[in-house]
Each structure stands twice: as C-alpha cells, then as structure tokens.
C-alpha cells in the first residue's frame, strides 16, 4: 500500500481504521472495539456516514466502544486503560464476534493490545485483533487487511471444499456507497445458477456465512485493487483460487460476467444461456418503456466520470457500451502506486470504446476542475471550438461544482455522498443497470 506523501484537497477516503470500522459494523453481530483516542472514532463516524447516510447498524459508528485515552495514557501506556474497557465490553456489548482496532497514538506509543486482550481469555464470543492505526494507509487498505486476519484469525479451513460455493471480495461497506444493492444483485443471479454466495455485508448474512467461507470453492474480487492482497492471503492459508473482475454494470457486462463465473464453476451451458436469456429480456423489456422519452430527449452526452478505482472503469463502460454516451474523462481519485495505475491502465487499455476517453489519476480535487479547463478550448478565448456538451458528471458530491462549471448535469455515485440517502439501491447485474439509467434519464428530467 502506497501512502500519500502529500497533502489532499477534500480527499475521497479516510485512513486505514476508517475502512475497518465500516466494514466491521457492515458484519452480522460483531461489534469493533477502538483502542484509540476519543476523536477516531467520533471523526470516523462522521465520516463513513458519508457513503449515502450510511448508519450505525448493530455496533457501528456512533455506537463503537472506545478506550478514549488521554495525555496520561500516552505518556504511561494505554494497556491498563485498553483491560478495563474490555472487561466493560464483555458485560454490556452481546456480540456473536469482536474486533479489536488499534489508533495512530496507541500503535505510536507502542501499546501491546494484542496481549492485553489474549490476557483477558476466555472470551465469551470470539475476538479478531488487528493493529490499524491510521498512517498505515487508507480505508481501502484497512478493508483488505480485515478480510486477511478474519481468515488469519477466525475463519476455519475446511477439509473438504463446496463445489458450488463462492465468497464475494472487493466492494468496500460505505466507501462503495452502492455495496449493499450490488452485491444483493449480484448474489441473486449467482444463486439462480446454483451457487451458494457469501457476501458477509449484506443484510441476510450471518456468523455462519463467515465461518463457512473457508469452503468455498471460488472468490470473486469485483476490484483490481481493493481486496487482491487478502484474496491472496487466503489462496496461501486456505486454499481457495480467485477471479479478479471488474464490477458488471447493464446486460453487456453482466452478460459477461456471468458467463465468466459459470466457467469457472464449469457449469451446464443450457442452465446458463437460459437465466441470461429470460433476465436480457426482463432488462430490455423495461427499457423498450422509456424508448419515447429517450428519444425526444437530447439524451446522448458527454460524460466526465470521477471516483475510485473500483467504480472509475465500470461506469465509463456503461456509459459508452450500454447506452451509448460518449465518456470524455475517466478520472480515478485513490492514491495508487505505480502498480495498481498500471494495472488499472491495463484494464482500460481492454475496454473497446467508440471514442476513447483520457484516464487521468489525480487525487485533488480543484486539478481535476484545472484539468479539464486546460485541455479544451472551450475554456479558452476562441469564438470557435469543440465543446464537452451537453455534459453530465459521475462522481461523488464534490463534483456539483465541476457540473456547473461545465454546464452540465450531475449525479453522485461515488463517495463522498452527501445528497443522497443510499438504503438498498445498486447499479450491478441487470437490476442496477435499470437503475442506473433511470437516475440518469431523472437527473437530465429534473431541470425540467
């Protein structure tokens, strides 16, 4: 994990603990334990609820146990202080599963948390310790190395694999504010071929889809760079191989997926063309209804996608190969290291669009504005020129500003969402590519 070596203007993330904390209060029963100072976690609340109004759930946010140390804990040692919030944990907090996080301060000072909770055995639920002060990288980051210690830690290796089983990596609780309808999507049309699929963060799991994980056959990572790292840890401790795909968007895409997935799984090819034939239908039934208003709409756009580097392809995709949109910039806003931007680059490369866009890696916001103004002229003293027009803007709610700049239309999809409330929605599989285009043709529609 590369970290940031400058300063970011309105970053896109938070740190490494951040990442933790959502996905653990994404987790059924299980309650996160911050041994840190009073502001990580009153910070980090705010600021994962910036995925959609993403909430507390069972244990989250707000609701997270602290240790809350103070200047005398610095200076002496925080583990004493760590001991007695446990033991207050225990008695009050009814968890199926712990989690206890370390802050910037505590892994600073050199506090042994590890000890301090293994000294407090037996527990009355299981615990998973991981060291995630802040400076270590970002919430992306924090995601992937929680995945790696519950398996280091909690999950079971199993004997014996489930041939039909497989475990879904890669989408981040909040900072993919679309985490919980994609992967329900998603999840619903791998079960219609047969498949058990674990998600862990979505609403219908429980402590038995985590301690069964390790049977699984296949994990799926919808990213190429969130999620690889552990999906590896995983295929050393426990022996399950993984596929690494982009996450799929509309029927082209999910199209493709799914048959990708049914030959890893080396499913009937009948069972398999029948689902994608009866969903592709169900899909362009429901577009057929929408054909008059997109047609006397100036509905094709040009498109400036900005969000991380999970999300930044897909949409682009979408955008060009589903509904026909001409994407001009695809802008990817973590801070990656060479690696991952070749990678991604690679995976760009693979996309056949009609008219290619630039990919740009920037983290800072006001460059990405400065960015574009400096490549068109249509921003320059010319009474002739090309315009980015009409113009609609993917990206978090940061980019309004870049809409209005460009004149153009705006919708949110990437964190951070702040006016929108996100509870089940997805843009995924067939049902979030119907979404997705009517968010799009509502937000042309709202000006109206």
């Known amino acids: 994990?590369?970290?940031?070596?400058?300063?970011?203007?309105?970053?896109?993330?938070?740190?490494?603990?951040?990442?933790?904390?959502?996905?653990?209060?994404?987790?059924?029963?299980?309650?996160?334990?911050?041994?840190?100072?009073?502001?990580?976690?009153?910070?980090?609340?705010?600021?994962?609820?910036?995925?959609?109004?993403?909430?507390?759930?069972?244990?989250?946010?707000?609701?997270?146990?602290?240790?809350?140390?103070?200047?005398?804990?610095?200076?002496?040692?925080?583990?004493?202080?760590?001991?007695?919030?446990?033991?207050?944990?225990?008695?009050?907090?009814?968890?199926?599963?712990?989690?206890?996080?370390?802050?910037?301060?505590?892994?600073?000072?050199?506090?042994?948390?590890?000890?301090?909770?293994d000294s407090l055995a037996p527990h009355p639920s299981p615990v998973v310790f991981l060291e995630s002060g802040g400076f270590k990288g970002n919430s992306y980051y924090g995601y992937g190395r929680l995945i790696e210690e519950l398996f280091l830690q909690y999950i079971p290796k199993a004997e014996k694999k489930d041939p039909k089983a497989v475990n879904i990596f890669g989408l981040v609780p909040g900072y993919d504010p679309f985490f919980r309808g994609d992967l329900d999507e998603l999840k619903r049309l791998l079960n219609a071929l047969g498949l058990t699929v674990n998600t862990f963060v979505t609403n219908d799991q429980t402590q038995e889809n985590l301690l069964r994980a390790g049977e699984a056959s296949l994990n799926i990572v919808l990213s190429r760079v969130y999620g690889v790292d552990a999906a590896e840890t995983i295929k050393k401790s426990h022996g399950i191989d993984y596929f690494i795909t982009d996450i799929p968007l509309g029927a082209v895409a999910t199209q493709v997926f799914i048959r990708d997935v049914a030959e890893k799984f080396n499913l009937e090819k009948k069972a398999v063309d029948e689902l994608l034939s009866a969903e592709t239908r169900n899909y362009y039934t429901y577009i057929d209804r929408v054909t008059d208003i997109v047609a006397d709409t100036d509905f094709q756009n040009y498109a400036v996608v900005v969000a991380n580097a999970t999300q930044a392809l897909p949409y682009a995709k979408y955008l060009d190969n589903e509904i026909g949109w001409i994407p001009a910039y695809v802008f990817i806003t973590d801070d990656l290291d060479e690696d991952q931007q070749a990678l991604l680059r690679t995976a760009f490369d693979a996309i056949t669009f009609e008219t290619k866009p630039e990919l740009v890696f920037e983290t800072d916001t006001f460059k990405i504005q400065q960015y574009i103004e400096q490549q068109n002229p249509q921003f320059l003293a010319d009474e002739y020129y090309p315009t980015i027009s009409p113009a609609f803007v993917l990206g978090s709610t940061i980019e309004r500003r870049l809409a209005e700049v460009l004149n153009g239309v705006f919708l949110s999809v990437s964190f951070p969402v702040i006016n929108r409330v996100i509870i089940s929605k997805g843009y995924a599989g067939f049902r979030g590519g119907l979404n997705l285009f009517e968010d799009l043709i509502g937000a042309l529609l709202a000006g109206r």
Do not use: W
């Open 1 to 117: 994990m590369a970290i940031c070596d400058r300063p970011i203007e309105r970053p896109r993330f938070s740190c490494m603990l951040g990442g933790v904390l959502a996905t653990v209060s994404a987790l059924p029963k299980t309650i996160p334990v911050i041994h840190g100072a009073q502001g990580c976690g009153g910070s980090l609340a705010q600021g994962i609820a910036l995925g959609g109004s993403f909430g507390t759930g069972y244990a989250g946010n707000s609701a997270v146990p602290s240790t809350n140390i103070t200047e005398s804990d610095v200076i002496f040692g925080g583990e004493d202080r760590l001991r007695e919030e446990m033991q207050g944990v225990f008695e009050v907090m009814k968890g199926e599963l712990f989690v206890v996080t370390t802050a910037c301060m505590t892994d600073i000072i050199g506090d042994d948390a590890k000890a301090v909770v």
